[in-house]
């Protein structure tokens, strides 16, 4: 009853500041790429010598098709995962190199980063901005449920993502329920609705950009605040850069600041997965 009516009372109280968005309306970032400078936001991805510790693979899907992740594993079966979400680039060997050093940094901690786009990868702001309005919700839900179907009941999954992969690291370990972990999101678009976010069940450590012209300030403090109401814990860091600033290829690099969020998500991820 308590929670009924807590959520009652915030769901008037948020419904205040304006016309209800939809959730695709507000926490798909989808909605900025006809914007221009969000495209430019993002530089090319530069070619890469990756060679990889790990291998593609696939797994059933519980809308009858398949869905595929770069699986780096241990050697000895591990309960212990880490979800990699990619950006809106899709699953290229950069991301895959993330899930390299990722896996390198934990201890018996299996890596699945997946394949949001279906095998769709973008080597040019047109197609990634297409590949990244393609995307459906139920799809994306659908790959992340086969991900956690092959996983195991028994596991604990961390999730980790940077901007598309952002929001859709919040959105799976929403999904995730008691078994998520920790959720790690780099300049993602919060999930805004409170009933979405009521199953939440892992804590969130934020790491955005104060000079953000898209997730702004505003955008996180809001993200906050509702999460401070619903009782889920989470940590914010805003760091005095721009979109993007933890991507090493992208001239908004700000190595100070990319070095300490990484340092943060590895001790918040190292203790969520018992990694320390």
């Known amino acids: 009853m308590k929670n009924a009516l807590l959520f009652l009372i915030l769901?008037?109280?948020w419904a205040c500041g304006g016309t209800p968005e939809t959730?695709?309306?507000?926490?798909?970032m989808a909605q900025f790429t006809n914007d221009e400078s969000f495209k430019n936001a993002h530089e090319l991805p530069e070619e890469i010598d990756f060679a990889g510790k790990g291998k593609m693979i696939t797994f059933a899907t519980p809308d009858g098709q398949k869905g595929s992740a770069y699986a780096v594993q241990t050697e000895t079966p591990s309960n212990k995962y880490l979800f990699v979400i990619h950006e809106w680039y899709g699953l290229n060997d950069h991301i895959k190199q993330e899930a390299d050093r990722l896996f390198g940094e934990l201890e018996d901690v299996q890596v699945l980063a997946?394949?949001?786009?279906?095998?769709k990868v973008a080597d040019n702001r047109d197609d990634a901005s297409k590949y990244m309005q393609s995307v459906t919700e139920e799809r994306a839900n659908a790959i992340i449920q086969g991900a956690i179907t092959l996983a195991?009941?028994?596991?604990?999954?961390?999730t980790i993502g940077w901007c598309f992969g952002g929001g859709w690291s919040l959105k799976s370990s929403i999904l995730l329920?008691?078994?998520?972990?920790?959720?790690?999101?780099?300049?993602?678009?919060?999930?805004?609705?409170a009933e979405q976010l009521m199953p939440l069940q892992a804590e969130v450590l934020g790491i955005f950009a104060e000079k953000e012209k898209w997730i702004t300030p505003e955008v996180v403090n809001e993200f906050k605040t509702k999460?401070?109401?619903?009782?889920?814990?989470?940590t914010v860091h805003q760091f005095p850069a721009e979109h993007a600033f933890a991507n090493p290829s992208s001239p908004r690099y700000n190595e100070a600041a990319a070095t300490e969020a990484n340092k943060l998500a590895r001790a918040f991820?190292?203790?969520k997965l018992g990694s320390e």
Not at 114 to 119: A, E, K, S, T
Not at 152 to 158: N, S
Not at 227 to 234: E, F, N, R, T
Request: proline residues 4%; glycine residues 12%.
């Open 177 to 193: 329920g008691e078994q998520g972990a920790g959720c790690v999101m780099y300049y993602g678009m919060p999930v805004k609705e």
């Open 11 to 13: 769901t008037m109280l």
């Open 114 to 119: 997946l394949d949001i786009y279906d095998g």
């Open 269 to 271: 991820l190292r203790k």
């Open 227 to 234: 999460m401070d109401a619903l009782k889920k814990p989470i």
């Open 23 to 28: 959730a695709e309306q507000s926490d798909n």
């Open 152 to 158: 195991g009941t028994e596991a604990k999954v961390a």
